[in-house]
């Protein structure tokens, strides 16, 4: 394809239709907790229990709802226990195991994104030249 042609084809309205898909697509990947990371326009076989989806991608500021879905667990398989839901806390145990997961996940992002990373670029003291010539002594 030649630069004319190319041109034109970028140069030409997107259909509405096409803006709207788009945006729907946009808007699937969206979960309470961040984003998912599946392909656009694919399913989520996971249905509801994104906290197990190793594609969920958690927000930093979800840090604490995160921290909350974890405590909830918790309750939760303690709850599973003492009525002898022995099949619901195995499977809670999955999800609070997935969610602590989570949580080092996003702690990792965070620290990350606050240290200074070194570039190996040297600094300006030091490679400015620092000569001086002695200062000449009058009689």
Same mark, same amino acid.
């Given at each position: 394809?030649?630069?004319? +042609?190319?041109? !034109?084809?970028? /140069?030409?309205? %997107?259909?509405?239709? !096409?803006?709207?898909? $788009?945006?729907?697509?946009?808007?699937?990947?969206?979960?309470?907790?961040? =984003? /998912?990371? *599946?392909?656009?326009?694919?399913? /989520?076989?996971? =249905?509801?229990? @994104?906290?197990? @989806? #190793?594609?969920?991608? %958690?927000?930093?500021?979800? *840090?604490?709802?995160? &921290?909350?879905? !974890?405590?909830?667990?918790?309750?939760?398989?303690?709850?599973?226990? !003492?009525?002898?839901?022995?099949?619901? +806390? =195995?499977?809670?145990? %999955?999800?609070?195991? &997935? +969610?602590?997961?989570?949580? %080092?996940?996003?702690?990792?992002? $965070?620290?990350?994104? *606050?240290?200074?990373?070194?570039?190996?670029? #040297?600094?300006?003291?030091?490679? +400015?030249? *620092?000569?001086?010539?002695?200062?000449?002594?009058? =009689?």
């Amino acid at each position: 394809m030649n630069y004319p +042609a190319i041109s !034109r084809l970028l /140069c030409q309205p %997107v259909p509405q239709a !096409r803006l709207d898909k $788009v945006q729907r697509n946009f808007e699937r990947r969206k979960v309470a907790l961040g =984003e /998912c990371g *599946r392909a656009y326009s694919s399913p /989520c076989i996971h =249905e509801h229990s @994104c906290i197990r @989806c #190793p594609l969920l991608r %958690v927000e930093p500021g979800q *840090r604490q709802r995160l &921290a909350d879905i !974890r405590d909830n667990l918790t309750a939760r398989i303690a709850e599973a226990q !003492r009525e002898g839901w022995l099949g619901e +806390a =195995e499977g809670l145990k %999955v999800s609070l195991a &997935a +969610a602590e997961a989570k949580l %080092v996940q996003v702690d990792g992002l $965070v620290a990350r994104r *606050r240290e200074a990373v070194s570039l190996g670029m #040297p600094a300006f003291p030091d490679i +400015a030249g *620092r000569t001086s010539t002695p200062a000449k002594e009058t =009689e």
